[in-house]
């Protein structure tokens, strides 16, 4: 993976970084996944979902042979960039980055979860606000989207903290039952509005050069 510039960003705010999920990375936040430290209640995540998985070793292998699949599908109008979220020198979570219709669109979408042990700190909005500056700062996107159930108190506060605007209500499935889901969109001017000056990007240039090459 030595060079492979979807990995080689990385962006970096006053409290985490943002690393492209290598699987040194992905080795490095398997003991979370194996510990159950991704849960939540009320359950936040869609069907199907490795991490719904009650034997710790094939909720590794699956969580592992999902990211893979995300790494592998790659064109300039869908791609997905899996970040580990670095905090104190410790990966403590994953920021994903979900393009669609990117070349043509500018949207994307975004993925995350924390470990248990840092909750409650602030972290899943600076971890997010990393990302949104990736993309629309380094990447020139246009529009992002995101959604979490209704219950999913962290995720919506996230949303709505950072200038997002209600987008509508949907259904998703989860362990197998029906649940509400809150969507949300943020344009590109409502994010100049907060833009940061204090975010750092690095190996952008080299992605987007190999995006144009794809």
């Not at 979490?148 to 499935?173: H, M, P, Q, T």
Request: net charge negative; glycine share 10%.
């Amino acid at each position: 993976m030595i060079g492979y510039p979807p990995l080689q960003i990385r962006v970096k705010t006053h409290r985490l970084e943002l690393v492209g999920a290598a699987d040194e990375m992905l080795a490095a936040l398997a003991p979370l996944v194996r510990d159950g430290k991704v849960f939540a209640e009320p359950a936040p995540y869609d069907d199907p979902m490795s991490f719904y998985e009650s034997d710790p070793d094939v909720r590794v292998s699956r969580w592992l042979q999902s990211v893979w699949r995300g790494r592998g599908r790659f064109s300039p109008s869908d791609f997905r960039l899996a970040f580990a979220v670095i905090v104190d020198g410790e990966p403590v979570g994953m920021q994903d980055l979900i393009a669609e219709k990117f070349d043509t669109c500018g949207t994307f979408a975004t993925f995350s979860w924390l470990s248990t042990d840092v909750r409650g700190r602030g972290l899943g909005t600076e971890m997010r606000s990393a990302l949104l500056h990736l993309a629309f700062a380094g990447l020139g996107a246009r529009e992002a989207g995101s959604d979490a159930f209704v219950d999913n108190i962290g995720s919506n506060k996230v949303s709505e903290a950072l200038g997002y605007e209600r987008n509508g209500v949907d259904w998703d499935i989860r362990r197998g039952e029906p649940g509400r889901i809150q969507r949300w969109r943020l344009t590109r001017s409502a994010w100049e509005t907060r833009r940061r000056n204090d975010i750092e990007l690095s190996g952008v240039d080299d992605f987007c050069t190999f995006l144009a090459h794809h």
